[in-house]
Structure formats: structure tokens, C-alpha cells
């Protein structure tokens, strides 16, 4: 198999640790991070008690199919880390570190996600990767950058 790709993004939120981490820390909130278009909603009950083992399944919609996704929280290390890994999905490889520091003058929040598609040996996979996987991933996390902004009530440059 092939290395994994990456996505790496960093959003500094001019607030304290102890009120950034805590929203990350409810996965209620994800939906609102999330471009309406995918379709995101959380079947789990809800609350889900955030905690290394916690499973959370989710629907999503790609070209206006359904899929099913189902993380794992693999680290929870609260305020500063946690990981969900994909254990059922579109990707053949999913890992999601979440980290956050306190820096001056508010919290550091990084993204870095390793991810793999399906068949990715086959002919054209890089087309798909380029054309649709990336610029989707990209859209998802430009999206979230600025909900994260309107949520906490700060400008949106």
C-alpha cells in the first residue's frame, strides 16, 4: 500500500484553550462545521460521551448518495489531542488528529489528517485523488475554518 496522503491546516482563534477545546470535545457540534452540501448527520444517540474507544457513526452524502460512516475515537487526551480513525467508510484509511495549544493570546488549532482512497492502485486513481478527493477536502476544511469563526463570533477575514 501506498504512503498516506496528507492534509495538514492550522486556525489560531483568539480565545482561551478552555473554551475552544470543549467545543471540538462535543461531536453534536461537528454538523455545524461541516459544508451543508455533504449531508452530514450523526445516527449515534446523542450525547455521545467523547472517550478513547467512544464510537460514533455518522450518514454522509456523496453526489447525493448516502453512505454510512462509522469513527472511532483512538486518543482522547482533552484539552490538547484527540484522534478519530475511520473504521467504516468512503476511505481505505482514515486517521484524524485533532490538537490544540494554548499560544499567546488565545488557542492553536491543527488538523492533520492521513488519508487513503479505495483501490488507489488502480489506473486514474491519482485523477481522482487531484480532481475530487483533494479539492473536496479542501472545501470541507475552508469550510470549518470560517464556521469556526461565525461560531465563536469573531471576523471572518
Given at each position: ?42 445516527l449515534?444517540?446523542l ?111
Amino acid at each position: 500500500m501506498k504512503p498516506p496522503h496528507r492534509l495538514h491546516r492550522e486556525q489560531e482563534l483568539p480565545l482561551p484553550l478552555e473554551e475552544v477545546f470543549p467545543f471540538f470535545a462535543n461531536a453534536e457540534n461537528l454538523e455545524a462545521i461541516t459544508p451543508p452540501g455533504v449531508g452530514f448527520r450523526i445516527l449515534s444517540a446523542l450525547p455521545i460521551e467523547m472517550r478513547q474507544g467512544a464510537l460514533i457513526d455518522y450518514q454522509i452524502r456523496l453526489h447525493g448518495f448516502p453512505l454510512r460512516w462509522r469513527t472511532e475515537i483512538t486518543a482522547w487526551e482533552p484539552p490538547h489531542r484527540f484522534v478519530d480513525e475511520q473504521l467504516r467508510g468512503p476511505y481505505a484509511l482514515w486517521r484524524h488528529t485533532h490538537r490544540f495549544e494554548a499560544i499567546p493570546g488565545g488557542t492553536r488549532v491543527t488538523d492533520e489528517v492521513e488519508y487513503a482512497i479505495p483501490f488507489e492502485w488502480m489506473p486514474g486513481s491519482s485523477l481522482l485523488l487531484r480532481y475530487f478527493v483533494q479539492p473536496e477536502l479542501d472545501r470541507i476544511f475552508d469550510f470549518r475554518r470560517k464556521a469556526l469563526l461565525q461560531h465563536f463570533r469573531l471576523p471572518i477575514p
